[in-house]
């Protein structure tokens, strides 16, 4: 008598996981943060509410989730473009340290600039920013979850740029990284001007020229 394999649930765990994923970011996407529902999203995602519930407290932890697992896979893209950047030219995710500040920051910065872009990452990073602007604790994990992890790697950098003597050592890494972060984002959010590797590549020089030692 042949034997039946029994069914996976971690496998059929992970598809229902990411197909809710996908739901809550298209519809957000498509219809706001506001308007998205739990309801919404079992629905587009073919499952039970209560199978949302199990798992998530609420709507908006389902959307952080989501956008973390997309920007994960995104990371993991760029991860695999840029392997060997790096004086080791491992894939430890992070921003490359080849002994040359200015052109790891352009590197890092471009790519930037083109998540920003990326439809697929555009309106759902939108959504949840301008919601963390008057939810305080949804803000308080995007930036917990999200953000931190990813400004720090430039507090490394900046720090290794220190003790390579590429950066005055009286600067602070923290508000330093601002220098570069800060104008990306104001010109996307507020949509001032085109959003370009160009005028990444200018952020960058300005920044670095007024971190450099002082003749």
Do not use: C
Not at 18 to 38: K, M, P
Not at 110 to 130: H, K, S
Not at 173 to 186: N, S, V
Request: glycine residues 10%.
């Amino acid at each position: 008598m042949a034997s039946t394999k029994a069914p996976d649930s971690s496998r059929r765990s992970d598809r229902s996981r990411r197909a809710i994923h996908d739901a809550a970011l298209a519809l957000v996407t498509e219809v706001g943060y506001r308007r998205t529902t739990i309801e919404g999203i079992a629905a587009r995602a073919g499952v039970g509410k209560q199978t949302i519930y199990r798992w998530w407290p609420s709507k908006a932890a389902v959307l952080m989730d989501a956008f973390l697992d997309l920007a994960g896979r995104g990371a993991e893209e760029g991860g695999a473009r840029t392997a060997g950047a790096g004086e080791s030219g491992g894939t430890v995710p992070g921003i490359p340290d080849t002994g040359d500040l200015v052109a790891d920051l352009k590197l890092v910065l471009r790519a930037t600039v083109d998540e920003l872009n990326d439809p697929a990452l555009e309106a759902p990073t939108r959504a949840l920013t301008a919601e963390g602007i008057v939810d305080a604790k949804l803000g308080a994990a995007f930036v917990h979850k999200l953000l931190d992890p990813q400004l720090a790697l430039y507090v490394t950098r900046l720090r290794a740029a220190q003790e390579a003597g590429d950066v005055r050592a009286d600067v602070d890494p923290r508000i330093a990284l601002e220098l570069l972060i800060g104008p990306l984002m104001h010109r996307w959010l507020l949509r001032t001007l085109p959003l370009t590797h160009a005028y990444a590549d200018s952020v960058v020089d300005y920044a670095v020229g007024g971190l450099a030692p002082r003749p």
